[in-house]
């Protein structure tokens, strides 16, 4: 369902043509340990936060925009 998500956002043009999504997928499923990793949650003051952060890095990357 998400896959089929990604691939309809592709064609959509909300998500760049040169991006794998099937890569995109599996970086997804990998991150979602993170939540429960006390080591991962040691850096952030609620789940929430870490959602937060994971959202906004993969959405937007690391690099600072002057959109935001």
């Known amino acids: 369902k ?3 998500l990604f691939k309809a956002g592709q064609e ?3 998500i760049r043509k040169d991006m794998n999504v099937e890569f995109m ?3 997804m499923q990998k991150t979602v340990p ?3 990793d ?3 949650m040691k850096l ?3 789940p929430q936060e ?3 952060e994971l959202a906004n890095m993969f959405l937007y990357g690391i690099s600072p ?3 935001r």
């Open 2 to 4: 998400t896959l089929g």
């Open 12 to 14: 959509e043009g909300w």
């Open 25 to 27: 997928f599996l970086l």
């Open 34 to 36: 993170m939540l429960t």
């Open 38 to 40: 006390k080591e991962v």
């Open 44 to 46: 952030y003051n609620s």
């Open 50 to 52: 870490l959602i937060k």
């Open 65 to 67: 925009s002057v959109d």
